[in-house]
């Protein structure tokens, strides 16, 4: 609704606003450009009109909405989830993705994996199987694995100190 306040304002017609992405029905000025990032930088949102930056923002979205939003089963790999949901060719996606943003695909599906497996550990009483099973791990110790080399401790020994933190916050 921001965005769609700030472009009526300046008097920018729209085809299309949806999250991350502008369609306005002609040309805007580099000043009603300027205008409305200015105005939209106040509320914590920035435009981008490199196409380069644009289609790593999308990947971005794509893979957390597959990691944290995502409740149905995915019988295919996350490199074949980006290039159809996208329709680009994974080698093109990832060498772009790599280059804008410093960092790999995999390790920034990696990441996310593992902010959702601490989510789960803390907040869901799913046991271990439950998560890799839903997570699409190949096992438990594969999550195991990961999850010690992301973070440095074992998904028991997360799961336990957080429980302690917790319980000695609800002492408090």
Do not use: C, W
């Not at 149905?72 to 994974?90: F, G």
């Not at 599906?109 to 997570?135: F, G, M, N, P």
């Amino acid at each position: 609704m921001v965005v769609k306040s700030e472009l009526q304002k300046l008097g920018i017609h729209h085809a299309k606003v949806e999250l991350g992405e502008v369609e306005t029905r002609e040309e805007i000025t580099p000043e009603q450009f300027e205008q409305l990032n200015a105005a939209l930088k106040t509320t914590g949102l920035e435009l981008m009109d490199d196409k380069k930056s644009i289609l790593a923002e999308k990947i971005k979205a794509v893979i957390i909405e597959l990691v944290h939003y995502n409740e149905d089963e995915i019988n295919i790999s996350h490199s074949d989830y980006l290039s159809k949901k996208l329709n680009q060719n994974y080698a093109y996606l990832a060498h772009l993705f790599s280059e804008v943003k410093g960092i790999t695909i995999e390790k920034f599906y990696l990441v996310h994996k593992i902010e959702k497996v601490k989510e789960l550990l803390v907040y869901d009483d799913l046991s271990l199987t439950e998560i890799a099973y839903r997570l699409h791990y190949s096992s438990i110790a594969h999550l195991s694995n990961q999850f010690k080399k992301m973070t440095g401790l074992s998904p028991a020994h997360f799961k336990e100190l957080r429980h302690k933190r917790y319980s000695v916050l609800g002492n408090v």
